[in-house]
Structures are given as C-alpha cells and as structure tokens.
C-alpha cells in the first residue's frame, strides 16, 4: 500500500432544520413575504428562532490505505451515508478537508436514473453514463452486465414491465461492473432474493481482493466482519471507535444491547417496514407470568410481544430470532411452527414463545422481531435490536462446555472385537 486512498480531516456537515410557528401551522410563500415587508425586524428574529442547526456529521477523520475493505457501521441516522454522499461528491462538507487518490464509483442506489420507457440495454448505457462509465467502457462490460443480472431474454423490454427483483439486479449489475479505484457500498445487499445477494456479495469480494478500496456499509454484523478487516463506529454524526471489524462490531453491539426497554413504541427505536402492523411492547415472563430480568440457564422463560395492526391485513410471518453479539443468528421461530393464523384484523394482539426447554448456554443475546405478509413489498414492522437477553451461569457452569445452545444428544456403543 502506497498511501491513503480516502483521508477525512475533521470534516463536518449541517444541514438547516425548519420548524413549526408558533401556532403550529406552516407559513405560505405569500404570508412570509407579507410578515417580512411589515415587520422586517421580527421576522429576522422569528427566523433565526425558527431554524435548528442539525450535524449529520461533525469532526470526524479517518483514513482508508489503498486496497483496503473498509465496514462502516452504525446506527439508522448514525450520519453513514452522510459520509459516502461526501465522499461522492453527492454533497459537500460544511467545514473540512476529503483527499482522494482515484476515481470513486457508488454502489448508494441500485438502479438511479432508469427510464421506465427504455429497454433494459438502453437502461444499461443511460444508467452507466450516469454513474460515470464512458461508452467505450459500458461496450467492453456489456456481455458481462447481462449475465450477471441474469436478463438476456428481457433486454429489450422496456423496464416498466421488470418486477421489483429484475429492475435491482440490473441495476446492481451495471453499478457492479464500473472499475474505479474506490467504491463506495450502501446497503445493496438488503434488497434481492437470498441467492442475488449472495451473488452480491461475491461479486463485492472479488472487486475487493482484486487490490481496489472499498467502503461498506451494512447493518448485516456477520456480512462486514466477513468481508471487512477494520470497520468505524459511527454514532450521532461522530466516529467513536476504528480498529479490527470484530472489536468494533463487539462494541456496536454493546451499545444497542443498552436497549432493555419494553415500550417497542419508543420513536427513538430504530426500525423497518410500511408500518401496517407495528410491534409495541415485549417483556420476558417466568412459567407464572411474571417479569423477568435475568434468566437462570435452564430455566425456561417465555416471550411476550404485543402488535398493534391498523387494518385487516394477510399475515406470513410474525418470527422471532435470537441472535448473538456479532448479530449472527443462533435460532429462530415463526408464529406458524404452532399457528394457523393467516390473517389479522385491526386492533391489538399479544403474542407468546414459551422456550421449554430453554435450550441458550450463559451469555447475552438480542431478540430480533419481524412482522410481514405474503408479498414481497408487505414487510410490516422490523426490529433487528428489540430486546438485549441475558442468560445468567448456574452454579454447574464452572465445567461448561463450549457453544451457545444446548441440546440433548443421544449417544450409541458397541463393541467391534
């Protein structure tokens, strides 16, 4: 490595927040431009108390070497994408310095700048002019966009027609296949069917070992430690930690792990989906009903977790996984392993997972709940860090054996001579 490819020197962006007046409405054009020619004076002190200065980044500096595979990992609203806009050149900083060694590709929105009317071969050319491929460049990559995103019998269909699946892998195909010296990655992987993002991820994997700097963002912990070396914590705007992916992955969850309340309606908890269907309170109960805080191993517990629904709505899933501190999943269930419910009504349901036997060994672990129907576009309420879990050791635990879940083994001998 010849130096840094990515050097962030104290670099800070604001954006100006607009609120409310004093009486709780929002002023028209015409009635601003009144109360101003009236009375100039208030209306500047009005509009200084009206407008919020708000640091979606602020001081932050770090360094990416050439070659590296970078995690950036935070929070939603933690300022991540703030930073890759910056790198980008999408926005620019309010105060600092960015020193880049090479040209930048973006992975930030699969598929910006498609014309519905156009043809996907159309598409592949408009779409990589904008991403900033030169003609040349998308003719010696074109065989090879087509057949990564599996659509050479659709080509020449305009993309309105495409399915939501169709129109992400051609827009992550044509992304996938610039060839720059950085590229920047958010969150593409959170769309697509399972074996696309494993396609995805390979294709992520390659471009990183083939010596380019990457920059990823994802919420999927076992995704950046897999393929990121080092990783930056990001939290309210500030880098607060950099160093071995699995260390700072380890600290990240620590910190949403503070999380223990039991009102899932709290608006500072970060969440997914169209919002149909919410989750609204968990708590841990004993075998009598009662809370719990922590839990004796061994000892079983039950989940109990309330949805509010908003209408009548088709119900695939309601699924509880248990994860650990690197976010990777241990177990999980689905509300179907023991009910045939198919539909909700609107109104609010308590649901509950009783664990006997409660197979987790001594340790913490967060609860992930999700909440979706049968289609794709129908993911009701995601929480990834609902509720932090602690199993506490018995007295027995001195001799534990190694592992994060107990089960019950059934051994065979026999005698061969």
């Known amino acids: 490595m010849s130096g840094p490819a990515i050097d962030f020197k104290q670099v800070s962006k604001s954006y100006i927040i607009g609120h409310k ?8 054009l015409s009635e601003s431009i009144k109360g101003t020619l009236i009375h100039p004076l208030r209306t500047a002190r009005g509009l200084r108390s009206d407008k919020e200065v708000f640091w979606a980044v602020k001081d932050v500096s770090f360094s990416v070497n050439e070659g590296e595979v970078i995690g950036l990992i935070g ?3 933690a300022g991540k994408s703030t930073i890759l806009k910056i790198i980008s050149q999408i926005t620019y900083p309010t105060k600092g310095e960015i020193l880049l060694k090479g040209r930048v590709g973006s992975l930030l929105e699969v598929g910006t700048g498609f014309h519905p009317e156009l043809s996907g071969r159309e598409n592949i050319y408009l779409n990589g002019a904008i991403l900033g491929m030169k003609r040349t460049e998308i003719d010696r990559n074109f065989d090879a966009i087509v057949k990564f995103a599996e659509l050479e019998r659709f080509l020449d269909t305009p993309v309105k027609r495409y399915s939501s699946g169709m ?3 051609l827009g992550f195909a044509v992304a996938a296949h610039l060839d720059p010296e950085i590229l920047l990655v958010d969150e593409v992987l959170a769309v697509g069917d399972a074996a696309f993002q494993k396609k995805c991820l390979g294709k992520i994997k390659d471009v990183g070992q083939s010596g380019r700097t990457i920059l990823f963002v994802s919420h999927n912990m076992p995704t950046v430690e897999g393929l990121c070396e080092k990783a930056l914590l990001i939290e309210e705007g500030r880098l607060v930690m950099t ?4 260390d700072v992955i380890a600290e990240y969850m620590r910190m949403l792990s503070l999380f ?3 009102d899932l309606s709290d608006p500072s908890l970060s969440r997914r989906g169209n919002g149909q269907a919410r989750f609204t309170w ?3 109960l004993d075998e009598d009903d009662d809370p719990m805080d922590s839990i004796p191993e061994g000892v079983p517990f039950k989940v109990s977790m309330t949805i ?8 695939e899933s309601i699924r509880l996984t248990f994860t650990d501190l690197s976010g990777r999943p241990v177990m999980s269930t689905w509300h179907s392993d023991s009910l045939s419910l198919t539909k909700i009504d609107r109104g609010e349901y308590r649901f509950a997972v009783y664990m006997n036997p409660n197979p987790l060994l001594s340790g913490s672990f967060n609860i992930k709940l999700s909440c979706s129907g049968p ?3 129908q993911e009701y309420d995601v929480i990834d860090y609902a509720y932090n879990l602690n199993i506490a050791p018995t007295l027995s635990d001195v001799s534990k054996r190694p592992g994060i879940v107990k089960m019950d083994f059934e051994w065979e001998a026999k005698k061969l001579s």
């Open 21 to 28: 007046d004093l009486i709780g409405t929002y002023k028209l």
């Open 75 to 77: 929070r939603n609203g």
């Open 167 to 169: 129109y992400v892998r």
């Open 243 to 246: 160093g071995d992916s699995h």
């Open 260 to 262: 223990r309340g039991n």
């Open 282 to 284: 968990i708590e841990i």
């Open 308 to 315: 509010r629904s908003e209408s009548t709505l088709d119900l």
């Open 375 to 377: 289609r794709h576009d």
